[in-house]
């Protein structure tokens, strides 16, 4: 008897210690944990090693070992490695609606009681959190954001005697600016804006509020932007959708070479803008304000896309991988983003005066990237990629002239149906 008690002891305990193991922290014979964090193009993103380098120092006993993939690999290389099981304990979510998928397969663990915890302030995150909540509790961190502002060329505008644009323009002001500011005719001509061939530079300015999403299904509230951008190519202050495509320029050639006023954009072209300048590919004389908004929206509401850290749920050391989230996504990370040109999605005047401070920003950019609140362009949600690539088609023949924008409404209202299965 004594002998299959004991047994069933020693059973009980494996039994226990497999349940166990996943909360288990994975330690060193020295003491230190190791921590693997999946990321891309390491070398291209200075604040992750410095961030790293400055939490390693105030936490020795923790270790994070980076496993680097370049970007045209990284979604693939993460899928493959979380499916199998693999011992990543951190990563970036490279395309952030994409959570969600991590979410349904089980693959993320739940931050909420650590984020309670820890008494982390949610608030000042501008609501870019919002698309790594699900069913109640967080998933993901807000790291740092790419948000769509205004940019715009000084040199055109001093040209035409017309005062710059302002942090608080409705896009009606901005259709009326933009005809101020055409100059010239043909290959010389300066447009007053600029609408990327991308769906998101029309649509995003319907899910601008905050209410609405790409995800809607009725999409009514895309009309008057889509009827401001046709009219506006119509008399000839935007470049036309047709001039775009022909041109096969990026959009930052064109707003590098001077040839228009008004771009809005994300945030991302700042330091690509600083670097032709400083490089000489470049001499516009440029400068950023806050994106325009709808008359009954508050100046300081935008878009952008919010890059999340995340913890593998299958990870052995899930207590210090919050250590290293909490310090990246909290105010010493973002401060060490802001001093290497990157903004943070944690709200905070010192972090936007930091990156003003860096070399080759233009006067104003602090004020410029004001954000009082930004709406995720892609929300993290079944079906959106499918939905975005209906969206870009119909958006597409609408700036072509090739159907009416109440006719290219009702087809994206009745696809969304059909891919949704309603």
């Not at 290959?187 to 029309?202: D, L, M, P, Q, R």
């Amino acid at each position: 008897m004594r002998k299959a008690i004991a047994i069933l002891l020693i059973a009980l305990t494996a039994i226990t210690g497999a349940f166990a193991g996943g909360s288990q922290e994975s330690t060193s014979s020295d003491g230190t944990t190791t921590l693997t964090f999946a990321v891309w193009d390491y070398a291209q993103n200075v604040y992750l090693s410095k961030a790293i380098e400055e939490f390693q120092a105030a936490n020795p006993d923790i270790k994070i070992e980076v496993q680097d993939t370049p970007a045209a690999d990284y979604v693939t290389k993460l899928n493959t490695q979380l499916n199998g099981g693999s011992d990543v304990d951190l990563f970036l979510v490279k395309e952030a609606d994409k959570t969600k998928t991590f979410f349904d397969r089980g693959q993320l663990a739940n931050l909420t009681p650590y984020i309670e915890a820890s008494g982390t302030d949610m608030a000042a995150y501008n609501g870019t959190d919002a698309n790594f909540i699900f069913d109640g509790n967080t998933y993901g961190m807000p790291v740092r954001t790419d948000q769509y502002v205004l940019f715009y060329n000084k040199d055109i505008f001093d040209a035409a005697g017309v005062a710059y644009p302002s942090n608080d323009m409705t896009w009606a002001e901005f259709e009326d600016l933009a005809a101020q500011v055409t100059m010239g005719e043909g290959a010389t001509k300066k447009y007053g804006a600029y609408f990327h061939s991308w769906n998101a530079c029309v649509q995003n300015w319907g899910v601008q509020d905050g209410k609405h999403t790409i995800m809607d299904g009725e999409y009514s509230f895309f009309k008057p932007y889509y009827e401001m951008v046709l009219r506006m190519q119509e008399a000839g202050t935007a470049m036309s959708f047709a001039q775009i495509q022909a041109s096969g320029l990026s959009y930052t050639d064109i707003f590098a070479q001077g040839q228009v006023a008004m771009l809005p954009m994300g945030s991302w072209l700042i330091n690509t803008m600083i670097s032709r300048n400083l490089s000489g590919e470049s001499d516009v004389n440029w400068g950023v304000a806050v994106v325009p908004h709808a008359e009954d929206v508050p100046a300081g509401y935008t878009v952008g896309a919010t890059t999340p850290i995340c913890i593998n749920n299958a990870s052995k050391n899930k207590d210090a991988a919050w250590k290293f989230v909490e310090f990246l996504s909290g105010p010493e990370g973002a401060q060490i983003m802001a001093e290497n040109g990157q903004v943070p999605a944690l709200s905070g005047e010192g972090y936007l005066e930091t990156f003003a401070a860096v070399e080759g920003m233009p006067e104003g950019v602090m004020e410029g990237l004001y954000a009082a609140h930004i709406s995720p362009d892609r929300p993290a949600m079944d079906h959106v990629t499918e939905i975005d690539q209906m969206l870009l088609a119909e958006h597409q023949l609408i700036l072509l002239g090739e159907q009416t924008v109440d006719e290219g409404i009702a087809n994206m209202n009745a696809n969304y149906a059909r891919i949704m299965g309603n």
